[in-house]
């Protein structure tokens, strides 16, 4: 036989004899290489004329070669995204401004306990990605003084919530932050996050901070501006 197979473990070698009958120029063929195993085949002159039987078995062997290399091939593959974690939403922009007027008729339903009530107050404003907004929350504040001088307001703020036009509310806490007194106005930094909502919203996460601002000459009005942030829903 001018050449011979040899099965050790699920791994065939191929081996060419010399003029001797000795084996020589040996190669292993791994479950892939035995796909192309015609070309290894006539690369090392092996042709099983004479023995049909020979033939089969290595018929059955390479099959059986190929589709283990497929299954290892198979479970080597990056899972694709599911519909699971296209549920879980993607964050987009929530950017704009804000204009917010005391509406002593709102009646919120929250209570600032041993803080000063200021009021409850309810804005309208532009935000991207959810357009026109209508917003509301209660102010409660307690004096920042310097010796005898008053300074500012420690705000906080409760029952805060943004209406999208289609009515659909998103909750938001909004931390407690320091309204300072400046000379035409007083100014604060607000960083806020989202908590849930309803509609759409029922899962609403993200946050967006922004600068809180009083004119004197026009104390029930607030504007909220250089809002940035991003909200996931």
């Not at 009958?21 to 070309?39: D, E, F, R, W, Y």
């Not at 407690?176 to 989202?194: C, H, I, K, R, S």
């Amino acid at each position: 036989m001018p050449g011979s197979f040899l099965i050790v473990n699920d791994w065939l070698t191929a081996c060419k004899k010399d003029v001797n009958g000795q084996a020589n120029s040996c190669i292993v063929l791994t479950p892939k290489s035995i796909c192309t195993s015609v070309i290894i085949i006539q690369h090392f002159n092996v042709f099983f004329m004479k023995s049909k039987l020979v033939i089969m078995a290595f018929a059955l062997l390479s099959v059986a070669a190929c589709r283990k290399s497929t299954n290892m091939v198979a479970n080597t593959e990056v899972p694709s995204m599911t519909s699971n974690s296209a549920a879980k939403g993607t964050s987009v922009p929530f950017k704009g401004a804000m204009t917010y007027t005391l509406n002593p008729n709102l009646n919120l339903p929250c209570n600032c306990g041993a803080l000063i009530t200021v009021g409850d107050f309810e804005g309208v404003g532009n935000v991207t990605h959810m357009g026109l907004l209508k917003s509301k929350y209660k102010t409660c504040a307690s004096p920042i003084m310097a010796g005898s001088i008053m300074i500012g307001n420690h705000v906080v703020i409760q029952c805060g919530s943004f209406t999208a036009a289609n009515g659909d509310e998103v909750y938001v806490n909004i931390a407690p932050y320091d309204l300072m007194f400046g000379q035409a106005t007083a100014t604060g930094l607000v960083n806020a996050e989202f908590n849930g909502g309803t509609g759409r919203f029922t899962n609403a996460t993200g946050g967006f901070k922004g600068v809180i601002t009083l004119n004197y000459n026009n104390p029930n009005v607030v504007t909220l501006t250089n809002i940035d942030g991003t909200i996931n829903y």
